[in-house]
Nanobody, 121 residues
Framework: QVQLVESGGGLVQAGESLRLSCAAS????????MGWYRQAPGKQRELVAR???????NYADSVKGRFTISSDNAKNTVYLQMNSLKPEDTAVYYC???????????????WGQGTQVTVSS
């Protein structure tokens, strides 16, 4: 129905930057919200940042001032610019979207497979 594909993860040193991308495709009528979550080993999945179709954003306190979320609505794509990366940012980052499809009534959450971000000291 809807697929989310993340890219841009990798291994970097502390203080460096990465840019994640997530492209949504499929039977999309509209996307209300797109966001990024992350899950580190042994920890719960947590919200990193999200953006609405009206470009309203919010961030986890731990990344505010370092990460920037943005979107290209025409491409159904969301980005996460991550600057000044810290070892504690190491996690699998998952793209999430709340989507109204052309097939089913209502809006549903969809998830990407995740992309690994590793930040070394």
């Amino acid at each position: 129905q809807v697929q989310l594909v993340e890219s841009g993860g990798g291994l970097v040193q502390a203080g460096e930057s990465l840019r994640l991308s997530c492209a949504a495709s499929g039977s999309i009528f509209s996307i209300n919200v797109m966001g990024w979550y992350r899950q580190a080993p042994g920890k719960q999945r947590e919200l990193v940042a999200r953006i609405t179709s009206g470009d309203s954003t919010n961030y986890a306190d731990s990344v505010k001032g370092r990460f920037t979320i943005s979107s290209d609505n025409a491409k159904n794509t969301v980005y996460l610019q991550m600057n000044s990366l810290k070892p504690e940012d190491t996690a699998v980052y998952y793209c999430n979207a709340k989507v109204r499809t052309t097939i089913l009534p209502g809006a549903y959450d969809y998830w990407g497979q995740g992309t690994q971000v590793t930040v070394s000291s």
